[in-house]
């Protein structure tokens, strides 16, 4: 078999690649800085390569490679190297990310997805409309409208004695509920098709790719053409959704785009502000929601003790005559433990990266300018100095009282940094109130409404491409009706209007 032009210019960017990296690793080895620096201590590296024979898998997320080099090495703080241009240094210990994310808050800055189409986006303004309780009103509304929806496909499917893809059906959730709180969307309209299908498509040029490759070969593997093209057909899209709110005058049931559209008016922001926090929020919100509630559920599944436990304080609060609603929470510890330990067990986000922008010092050793550091949320929440038994689903740790975790716990948006799925300081999420509120009802009502069978138990393998922490395999089980009253979706659709 000939070579082809293609594997020609393959071998000639081997060869380039191999030769510049080789130059590179002498020249800056015989470099001495002038003030000597000490950094964090690196584990065993091969020249070149680094630290990619232990972090590079096609079967292990890039997380749980990080985690296993920093535990064998007793190394909570520690410099890797993808390749010879590659360098992160991980914080995988809780006190080492108190020091990052709050003494030294100011000298780091969040890596943002490659959102560089509308420039940094305002996310102070976004952290006020996300975080208000108007918004947790609205999303409230549609949060209901959609889990009546997912209902119903569950009641057919098991009056039918069907399995159910429970995994998409989860997605659509959280997709219809985003798409109508951000921009009134509606469910299962051409536009709500067109967005889901966009990002969907930017998620997977974004983040479905290997970690470990894609610094390696940047560009090169990451379909800049693909990104740039997808972004563009996004800006013409959202270009018609912000007309149409403009010529719709004033309404009572306010979106995002709303309260971003009376700010760009007040502060004369410019219009790619309100299509940077659209994207952002889109992105970070959507994959997010539906992995916490996929896993949370897959692991109540692999539990039926938990499970039975669960639908026990949900029946006694609730009843059997209506379903669970927002006031009912406080009085449903075990659905709250639930969630917090399904978040702890499979954070949708286990990587968190910020860019050093000022050097100081964490955990007494340097970090310069410029520096890229990872927060291994997902190691921190495994660190058995905390956690006793830290790879089980044990919802009732957070229920022991007197507590170390009710201690560490008391919010969820990581004022101690021992739980982090929601990241910490003035950085952490803004929609994890909502977040938490949206997973607490849709598996609440999903456990007081059906049991679910699924033969041998829920797959739990995790996909290994990109820093996303996702379920390899479809979540599909066999919903079986508990007879729970429900009311119908139409019902609750017939007094929202769009
Ligand atoms: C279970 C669901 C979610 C999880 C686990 C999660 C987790 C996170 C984490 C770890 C960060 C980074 C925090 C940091 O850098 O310290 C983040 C940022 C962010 N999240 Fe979430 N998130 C979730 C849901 C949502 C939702 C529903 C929204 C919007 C409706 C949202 C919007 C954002 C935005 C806009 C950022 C960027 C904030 C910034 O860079 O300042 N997230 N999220």
């Not at 997605?171 to 051409?190: G, R, T």
């Not at 760009?264 to 410019?270: G, K, S």
């Not at 739980?419 to 109130?433: E, I, K, V």
């Amino acid at each position: 078999m000939g070579i082809t032009s293609m594997d020609k210019y393959f071998i000639y960017f081997l060869i380039t690649y191999l030769v510049t990296a080789l130059l590179f690793q002498l020249f800056t080895k015989n470099r001495r800085p002038r003030i000597q620096l000490q950094p964090p201590p690196s584990p065993p590296a091969l020249p070149i390569l680094g630290h990619i024979p232990l972090l590079y898998s096609s079967t292990r997320p890039f997380h749980k490679s990080l985690t296993t080099l920093a535990f064998r090495d007793g190394a909570p703080f520690m410099r890797i190297f993808i390749g010879p241009f590659s360098q992160f240094m991980v914080v995988s210990e809780a006190s080492l990310a108190k020091q990052l994310v709050e003494e030294h808050e100011m000298s780091f800055v969040t890596i943002r997805l490659k959102n560089h189409a509308y420039g940094m986006s305002n996310l102070v303004l976004l952290r006020s409309i996300l975080d208000s309780d108007s918004q947790v009103k609205r999303f409230e509304h549609a949060r209901e409208r959609e889990v009546l929806r997912l209902l119903e496909v569950l009641v057919d499917k098991a009056e039918q004695g069907e399995a159910c893809d429970l995994g998409a059906e989860l997605e659509k959730v959280v997709n219809n509920v985003l798409f109508s709180m951000i921009m009134k969307i509606q469910s299962d309209s051409y536009e709500s098709v067109k967005i889901r299908e966009f990002v969907n498509g930017l998620g997977a040029e974004i983040g479905g790719r290997s970690f470990v490759l894609s610094e390696l070969f940047g560009q090169f593997l990451c379909g800049r053409n693909k990104l740039e093209g997808l972004l563009l057909k996004f800006d013409e899209f959202l270009e018609e959704i912000i007309l149409r709110h403009e010529n719709r005058g004033s309404v009572t049931d306010r979106d995002v785009v709303d309260s971003l559209k009376d700010e760009e008016q007040a502060a004369d922001l410019p219009r790619n502000n309100i299509k940077g926090v659209v994207l952002e929020t889109l992105m970070a919100g959507s994959g997010t929601m539906s992995v916490a509630l996929k896993w949370t559920l897959a692991e109540i599944i692999n539990h039926p003790s938990v499970l039975n436990k669960l639908r026990e304080e949900i029946v006694g609060v609730v009843g059997l005559h209506k379903l669970i609603q927002d006031s009912d929470i406080p009085k449903l510890p075990y659905l709250q433990a639930v969630v917090k330990e399904g978040l702890r067990l499979h954070p949708p986000t286990p990587l968190i990266m910020r860019k050093c922008t000022h050097g100081c010092q964490i955990g007494g050793y340097d970090v310069i300018p410029d520096s890229r550091i990872i927060v291994n949320v997902y190691a921190i929440m495994q660190d058995t100095g905390t956690w006793k038994f830290p790879t089980e689903f044990i919802p009732e740790r957070f229920l022991e009282t007197p507590s170390t975790y009710n201690e560490l716990l008391v919010d969820a948006k990581g004022q101690n940094l021992c739980y982090l799925p929601f990241g910490g300081g003035s950085s952490a999420c803004p929609g994890a109130r909502l977040a938490i509120n949206m997973i607490q009802m849709v598996i609440g009502t999903l456990v007081h409404c059906f049991d679910f069978e699924a033969k041998g138990g829920i797959n739990m393998e995790e996909g290994c491409l990109g820093s996303s922490a996702g379920m390899a395999k479809p979540l599909v089980c066999h919903p079986i009706d508990k007879h729970v009253i429900k009311p119908s979706a139409k019902a609750l659709s017939s007094d929202f209007h769009f």
